[in-house]
């Protein structure tokens, strides 16, 4: 057994990593909760694991958890692109200076290794698809940046400071215990609860725009495998790509849902097309999405009805 730290825990995806963790290794969560949804708050609260409220920026709160840590899955961010535009110091005090800390403590601490959860928003609206780890970054929100820096600290502490290290860039999760309720919420989620309601899925612009979307059951197989393996970055992806409108229409298919589609004006900071090259991670990590974009909208469907 061995002792592994989630920053942001009790997050979407960090609650998915405890869930699946704590059955065999020594779970510690901190998590200041700013960001987390009462779905998963409820959920974390119900494992049998060492939940800390604290943030990722208190150096001295860190030193004492990371004293006998062995590896730390850093998930904790604000996710937002939205929100980041709408106040981006925060974001970059909580994404940026929050990765810094941790980098250092972890370093500090002896930690084994550090895996970054970084974001498919790091390539921006560069035109070549699919996205490859090699491209040039060119990131268009705040939260872009942020993560686009955070990469780049996780990379210089590997090699300044001898931390392992591997970065991770999510395109699109979704699955059980993501927040439909919140104004920044993701797509998908937005849709499903719509959907249920058979209330209107509204698309920003006019629903061409492509998205490369991951089941969250996948982001944790890939932290898993890139705790004993892998250097760099990382693209953790479906690998298929779909509109807005056909993600739209298959969820109204699965669920049999009445609701009508409609659409408003485009937000600012959204990239056009989306589509992830995953060659690299199956190499490299030995890993590769078992969901299909069908039959993981179809388990998040079971989860949300439970």
């Known amino acids: 057994m061995v002792k592994i730290l989630i920053t942001g825990g009790a997050g979407f995806i960090g609650s998915n990593l405890a869930e699946d963790l704590c059955r065999t290794d020594d779970v510690v969560i901190l998590d200041d909760l700013s960001t987390a949804s009462d779905l998963s708050k409820k959920f974390v609260e119900g ?5 800390i409220k604290g943030s990722i920026n208190d150096q001295d709160l860190l030193k004492k958890i990371l004293a006998d840590v062995d590896y730390v899955l850093h998930q904790a961010a604000i996710p937002s692109v939205p929100r980041s535009i709408e106040d981006p110091l925060k974001t970059n005090r909580a994404n940026v200076g929050g990765t810094l800390t941790i980098l ?7 930690v084994k290794k550090l895996v970054y959860a970084s974001s498919s928003s790091v390539y921006g609206d560069t035109p070549r698809l699919p996205k490859i780890e090699t491209m040039e970054s060119n990131p268009k929100s705040p939260y872009a940046v942020s993560k686009f820096v955070g990469e780049q600290y996780v990379r210089v502490f590997s090699e300044i400071y001898g931390l392992k290290t591997t970065s991770l860039r999510y395109f699109n999760v979704y699955g059980p215990r993501q927040n439909p309720f919140s104004e920044y919420a993701a797509v998908v989620p937005k849709f499903v609860y719509a959907a249920l309601q058979d209330k209107q899925l509204e698309i920003y612009g006019d629903g061409d725009q492509t998205r490369d979307f991951t089941f969250v059951k996948d982001v944790v197989e890939a932290n898993k495998k890139a705790i004993s393996t892998g250097e760099g970055s990382y693209n953790i992806a ?23 589609i409609i659409h408003s004006a485009p937000r600012k900071g959204d990239v056009k097309h989306s589509l992830a090259d995953i060659s690299k991670a199956k190499k490299e990590l030995h890993w590769q999405p078992k969901y299909t974009l069908e039959q993981g909208l179809k388990e998040y469907l079971l989860s949300v009805e439970k």
Do not use: M
Not at 104 to 110: E, L, P
Not at 238 to 260: F, H, Y
């Open 104 to 110: 250092k403590a972890s370093a500090d601490s002896g």
């Open 238 to 260: 479906g690998g298929k790509q779909i509109t807005l409108n056909d993600l739209a229409d298959l969820i109204l298919k699965i669920t049999g849902s009445s609701s009508k």
């Open 47 to 51: 494992l049998e694991i060492d939940f």
